[in-house]
């Protein structure tokens, strides 16, 4: 049940350093300004505490995980709390030994812990290694109950798996959310990185029309390089309303916080006109389960 239909969201598009603390300090800044505005709800980007240390394959960069709870979470629970504003914030969890995930955590506005998220969809593409970092999620597709209301939070590589949308909408998400670091390998051409942005942006607000609810991303923006690799990430953080519209959006380069009003009673306006939900064949996608129908596709 929404508490408040008329909220306020927040994203925080910024550039990563090599320091924590100086991250921390600019999303610290920004949750300032974001109370200063009377925002509800904040969302940081994937793996804020650091560059993108994914690029390569490297033992010791698993001694930036950290617990849940621990130093990230309870450093940001005190500042939920004194701005009274809900944080999804992102942290390298160490679970136990050797057992690792990239985790999504949710902070209500008096600073208790609302849930987290376990990135389900692990990625391994060059510059991108994380199946060598992240056990693969298993909280689910179980939306997170908030003082604003039910959020769906998605952690980037989810975001192009219609399926996992679909989920956290039928169990009652009233938007999704998506921390994210994606970007360009800057030997593509731009006629490539543009084809790939607007993708992601595509496949994102096709998520929104498809389950009549909002989806925020958030990803991280600027230059980075480990071991030759270099990544630039886009930027580009939205936030789109229920039949896919944009309601604002960053550009790829600017670290800055957007800000835009989202009216959960639109959910309800927006699935009575294009009933999707009603009209699903629930008794005909059994398939869906299966890994391809192809030929000789098997189960």
């Keep these: 049940m929404t508490k408040k239909n008329l909220i306020k969201l927040a994203l925080v598009q910024h550039t990563c350093h090599d320091r924590q603390s100086d991250n921390q300090e600019k999303l610290t800044s920004a949750l300032a300004t974001a109370a200063a505005q009377h925002v509800d709800l904040i969302v940081f980007p994937e793996l804020h505490n650091h ?13 930036l995980a ?19 504003i809900v944080i999804v914030t992102s942290v390298f969890e160490r679970r136990t030994a050797g057992l690792y995930h990239n985790t999504a ?24 290694h994380e199946k060598y ?25 989810d975001q192009w798996f219609p399926e996992a949308a679909r989920m956290m909408a039928l169990a009652g998400a009233e938007m999704l959310i998506y921390p994210t670091a994606i970007g360009w390998d800057q030997t593509d051409s731009d006629e490539e990185k543009n084809r790939q942005l607007q993708s992601w942006i595509t496949i994102q607000r096709s998520h929104a029309i498809a389950n009549g609810i909002p989806v925020a991303c958030c990803n991280r923006v600027g230059i980075e390089q ?26 790829s380069v600017t670290s800055e916080l957007i800000i835009s009003e989202l ?22 996608y059994d398939n869906l389960n299966v890994r391809y129908l192809g030929k000789n596709g098997g189960n």
């Design 226 to 251: 480990d071991s030759h690799i270099t990544t630039e990430f886009w930027g580009t953080s939205f936030i789109a309303g229920p039949q896919g519209e944009i309601l604002t959006i960053s550009d």
């Design 133 to 157: 970092y992240f056990t693969p999620g298993d909280t689910g597709f179980k939306p997170i109950q908030t003082s604003l209301g039910t959020l769906g939070i998605l952690i980037c590589w």
């Design 263 to 284: 009216d959960f009673s639109n959910n309800e306006h927006q699935r009575r006109i294009w009933p999707f939900l009603r009209d699903r064949r629930i008794d005909a």
């Design 51 to 63: 560059p993108y240390f994914c690029k390569i394959t490297n033992p010791d960069y698993f001694n």
């Design 105 to 128: 955590v949710v902070l209500d506005s008096d600073g208790s812990y609302a849930g987290i998220y376990r990135k389900m969809h692990i990625p391994d593409d060059p510059g991108f």
């Design 66 to 84: 950290e617990s849940i709870p621990g130093p990230t979470t309870e450093y940001f629970a005190k500042l939920a709390k004194h701005y009274g």
